[in-house]
Every structure is written in structure tokens, then in C-alpha cells.
């Protein structure tokens, strides 16, 4: 994907004017603004109904970049991050589809609880995360890894808090 594909300009399917009406109805769209805004970040319209804000300035959550409703946010700035991840735009435009199939901010906790699976199951906040995994892994910048045994991540989870 090339920096001309985050121009606002391209025309909105009718697919993507539902899930931009979907995630403004179910508030993650305007929750996405407000945490782009507290973030300090400049907010410009996106391609396909997306919003990109750049220069998030808090640590959290630990990602290259995270998405709100229908709100892209980076810490860095997107020409870059799509130069450097080329698949990371469409990736993240995937998470604002699964905001509006969640019913918007119900795909928060259920994302939390994907992503405490998967680090049980192999140590990775990503590799059996329903939601980064149908996002596509590689084009987020995750690696896959194998399952391990419940019982033996329990016991290494376990051991760790010793």
C-alpha cells in the first residue's frame, strides 16, 4: 500500500458508509476521537470513512498503532508506519469492522479477553487472538507462534509470580 492510499479523497463504498454510520451509532468512533484528542495527536480524515491520528503521546496500550470505532492511531506518523508496514492500514481498518459486528464498545473487553488467551496459550498477546488473527497477523507486524498445553502455560504463568 502506498502513502497516496491514506488520501481522503478516494470514494466510500456503501459497505464502509455502514460501518462508519455503525461505529458513529455505537459511540466507538467518537470514544476513538476523544482518546486521539487527550493523545495530543493531529486528526485528519482517512481513507474509506477512517480517521488517522498521528503522534499519540501516552505509552498505552503498547502497539505500532491501535484503532478506536473507525479511528487509526499511531505514535508515530501514518505515511510512515504505511511505508514501513505496508498491510498495517488495512489490518487496522479490519479492527474497525470488528467494532461495529461487537456493537462498538463491547469489542474492548472482548479484545482483552482474546489477547489474555492468547498469551496463555502461547506467550504472545497476538498469535491466537481471534481478533488480530481475522485482522491478518503478518499485516499488523505480529509473528505467529504455536499453542503450548493449557496446564504447562498455567504452570509457567504460575511460576512467573513467584
Known sequence: MTVSALAADAPVTTGQRVREIANWANGSTLL???V????????????RGLWLADHYRFGFPVAGA????????????WPTRVE????????????????AVCGGLPFIPLYVAAMGWSVLRTGSRAARNV?????????GGYVDAPPR??????????????
Open 32 to 34: 476513538g476521537l476523544g
Open 36 to 47: 486521539a484528542t487527550l493523545g495530543h495527536c493531529d486528526i485528519r480524515r482517512g481513507p
Open 66 to 77: 491501535f484503532t478506536v470505532g473507525n479511528v487509526l492511531v499511531t505514535a508515530h506518523d
Open 84 to 99: 514501513t508496514y505496508p498491510g498495517l492500514l488495512a489490518h487496522e481498518e479490519r479492527h474497525s469492522w470488528q467494532y
Open 131 to 139: 481478533f488480530e488473527r481475522d485482522a491478518g497477523l503478518a499485516a
Open 149 to 162: 498445553p493449557v496446564g504447562a502455560a498455567v504452570r509457567s504463568l504460575l511460576a512467573g509470580r513467584r
